[in-house]
């Protein structure tokens, strides 16, 4: 069967950093995605990786290596705006988005 | 980024009834369209995939008589509920793939359906 699994809640302080790991199973791969999605509202899209290295937008880096079915997402200089859930989604070679259950970010003072 | 819009954001309505909701990409043209409903807590699950032109392809274990998704252009898919019931309470949210360097899925704001 598909799994995608990432924790399901972490608490990091503001200013610091977090990372946050989503590991897969699939039947094959076709890109990884990160999104962020506050409560009450659609997913935002974050980032995407589709070869293995780390993919850097401003706070937010996103790490791929397809051979250990893994990924992270790294959050710089946290910010209490930045709790959320993240949610790990892979395409399948269908192109059909594999979801995570979404890891839960609170982020303290 | 792309921008995708549903109506309405927020309904309320009585068992028996029927529902829809609208999903738009307003600023590129979506071949395919995602329909997804989001339980508390729990992932998004997939309904069905929509594609332009023709009949939806559905999730197993979604019902497609009572899920009526049509995408009558390149712009808009809408998500008929028809005769909802409580159950059917949820966050239904629609998804328009882009096509090109990035396969990119963006999302629309999400409608909360309560059935009474």
């Known amino acids: 069967g598909q799994n995608i699994d990432q924790p399901t809640e972490m608490t990091a302080t503001e200013g610091a950093i977090v990372q946050i790991n989503c590991t897969y199973q699939t039947s094959g791969f076709n890109g990884l995605f990160w999104y962020q999605q506050h409560a009450g509202e659609a997913p935002t899209f974050l980032s995407y990786n589709v070869l293995d290295g780390l993919e850097e937008k401003g706070r937010f880096s996103s790490f791929l290596s397809r051979s250990k079915g893994y990924s992270y997402l790294l959050l710089k200089e946290l910010q209490m705006k930045d709790s959320a859930s993240y949610l790990c989604a892979v395409t399948d070679s269908n192109y059909q988005l594999i979801w995570g259950a979404g890891t839960k970010l609170i982020i303290k003072p | 980024g792309a921008v995708v819009s549903q109506h309405p954001s927020r309904v309320i309505c009585k068992s028996g009834t029927s529902v829809k909701i609208e999903c738009r990409s307003l600023?590129?043209?979506?071949?395919?369209m995602f329909w997804y409903r989001q339980f508390p807590k729990q992932s998004l699950m997939l309904m069905a995939t929509s594609n332009e032109g023709s009949k939806a392809t559905y999730e197993q274990g979604v019902e497609k008589d009572k899920f009526l998704i049509n995408h009558a252009s390149l712009t808009l898919s809408t998500l008929t509920v028809t005769s909802a019931h409580p159950e059917d309470s949820s966050f239904y949210i629609c998804?328009?793939?882009?096509?090109?360097?990035?396969?990119?899925?963006?999302f629309g704001p999400g409608t909360r359906l309560t059935v009474l």
């Open positions: 600023d590129f043209q979506a071949t395919t």
């Open positions: 998804s328009a793939r882009t096509s090109g360097e990035v396969d990119t899925q963006y």
